[in-house]
């Protein structure tokens, strides 16, 4: 890899620390969905504070992840070749997609909620090999990719043409697409809320994903990442500014306070202004953190390589180990927003020494790098 793109390695390592603080929050009082909830939901200063963070971590953290995957897919392909570049995906892919479907997901659940019920064995007879349940938790980023990527691959079997030359979006192109995010995120939430989806994958959020996937495709080819001027930056930093609070702003007004929220989907006021307020906050953040990791971090150090070089393990490992610190920290008797910090910063450290354990096993790099 040449030296000028440590900083997409560096950007990586910091939305897997985003992405481990994300489910922290929610187990500690913040808006969505995980597998131990600590502290519910509400509206504490706490409850408030978590959902802020994890709104905005959500509206672009993911689609982020996408944008890197996609960056490096063509160069990959083109450099090993159909057969070859399928075969490295399905190992890099498929077996951790398998590995927590058949043995990270049951065994929380079972432990969680099903040990006083039934058998480990008749668990996984009744539940597991019988396909009446799956438990992909967030291996849905991984099931999705090895979606992407089999449609890239028909893509380039199909389209035989060179691609062609596009230029870096204008700001005005990059306005109304977040227009038009907004208003395919609000349709598809009509028939699949926020929280629901086929095998783990959330329908709302994918027209981000799947418009970030190509984009970081285009991107490589273009060497968009170097086109991004400094008055877009600072155009984009404005309204990014202005956008965040908009959101919780626009929550008071519509009654977030005195009831229910009503943000995952519906012909109502809090779904139209999330699914529109998102993608002015992705496109945002996306391009100011890009461009902050290429001119401040766009090297190597020895520990954020080695941060660098795990980061896929954790984000396979990181569910367990939070519900595990989350469970110790059950019957402590602290404020959640101190549980959330010391769960937060165990979980940060043990997952990626347990990543380094695990790759020091024979045979392990071939699947996670």
Same mark, same amino acid.
């Given at each position: ?39 519910? +939901? ?79 064995? +008749? ?57 038009? /995010? ?28 799947? /418009? ?13 990442? +170097?086109?991004?001027?400094? +008055? ?55 391009? /100011? ?81």
């Amino acid at each position: 890899m040449s030296n000028r793109l440590y900083f997409l390695d560096r950007l990586r390592v910091f939305l897997t620390f985003l992405l481990i603080l994300h489910h922290t929050a929610i187990a500690y009082g913040a808006s969505g969905s995980w597998i131990f909830i600590d502290a519910e +939901e509400g509206t504490t200063v706490t409850n408030i504070m978590l959902s802020l963070f994890t709104a905005i971590n959500q509206a672009f953290f993911m689609g982020l992840f996408f944008f890197l995957s996609g960056y490096f897919v063509p160069r990959s392909y083109e450099r090993k070749g159909t057969g070859k570049f399928l075969k490295d995906r399905f190992i890099r892919l498929g077996i951790p997609l398998l590995f927590y479907l058949f043995i990270i997901g049951p065994l929380i659940q079972y432990f969680l909620n099903v040990k006083h019920q039934m058998s480990l064995v +008749e668990f996984y007879r009744s539940q597991i090999l019988s396909f009446h349940q799956f438990f992909i938790g967030p291996l849905w980023f991984v099931e999705a990719l090895l979606i992407f990527t089999i449609v890239y691959v028909l893509y380039k079997k199909i389209i035989k043409k060179p691609s062609k030359s596009l230029c870096f979006p204008t700001n005005r192109v990059l306005l109304g697409t977040a227009i038009l /995010l907004g208003i395919a995120a609000f349709a598809i939430r009509l028939v699949f809320p926020v929280g629901t989806g086929i095998l783990g994958l959330q329908f709302g959020y994918f027209p981000s994903y799947i /418009l970030l996937f190509y984009i970081g495709i285009v991107a490589y080819r273009n060497d968009w990442i +170097e086109s991004i001027t400094s +008055e877009m930056l600072q155009i984009w930093k404005w309204i990014t500014l202005i956008a965040i609070p908009i959101f919780p702003i626009g929550l008071v007004f519509t009654g977030a306070l005195s009831g229910p929220l009503k943000v995952n989907g519906g012909w109502n006021s809090q779904a139209i202004i999330y699914a529109f307020w998102e993608p002015f906050v992705c496109i945002g953040l996306s391009i /100011l953190l890009i461009e902050l990791f290429k001119k401040k971090y766009n090297d190597m150090p020895n520990f954020i390589k080695w941060l660098s070089d795990n980061a896929f393990t954790v984000y396979i490992l990181h569910p367990p180990v939070i519900v595990s610190w989350s469970i110790l920290f059950h019957t402590l008797d602290i404020p959640a927003i101190s549980k959330f910090v010391i769960v937060s910063l165990l979980s940060l450290v043990t997952t990626f020494a347990f990543a380094h354990v695990l790759r020091l096993i024979p045979y392990t790099r071939r699947v996670l790098g």
